[in-house]
């Protein structure tokens, strides 16, 4: 009679402990795979960030490529902006 009851026990028990397994299994799974998307957003949303960045960085560079330049010459005047140079002649 005593060995039934202890094989029922030991049968109960490791029920118990294979069913608690199945259960943990499955809620860290749907943990890990929450996480997986959550990174996944992260990550598309850093990649979208990062296009618009350098779409803004293209545009500014067009922008400034397309206004132009224009050289500006500096002409002495007087006596008093004259190089060196033009002094040490005289």
Not at 7 to 14: E, F, K, S
Not at 16 to 38: N, P, V
Not at 43 to 53: G, Q, R
Not at 65 to 82: D, F, L, N, T, Y
Request: proline share 3%; aromatic share 6%.
């Amino acid at each position: 009679m005593s060995a039934n009851i202890n094989i029922a026990v030991l049968l109960w028990v490791t029920a118990a402990f294979a069913f608690g397994t199945l259960i943990g299994f499955s809620f860290r799974s749907r943990q890990i795979s929450k996480s997986k998307r959550r990174i996944l957003e992260l990550e598309t949303e850093m990649v979208d960030n990062h296009a618009e960045i350098l779409r803004l960085h293209k545009y500014q560079a067009e922008k400034k490529a397309s206004s132009g330049k224009v050289p500006v010459i500096s002409m002495p005047v007087g006596e008093a902006s004259a190089t060196p140079k033009a002094k040490a002649k005289a």
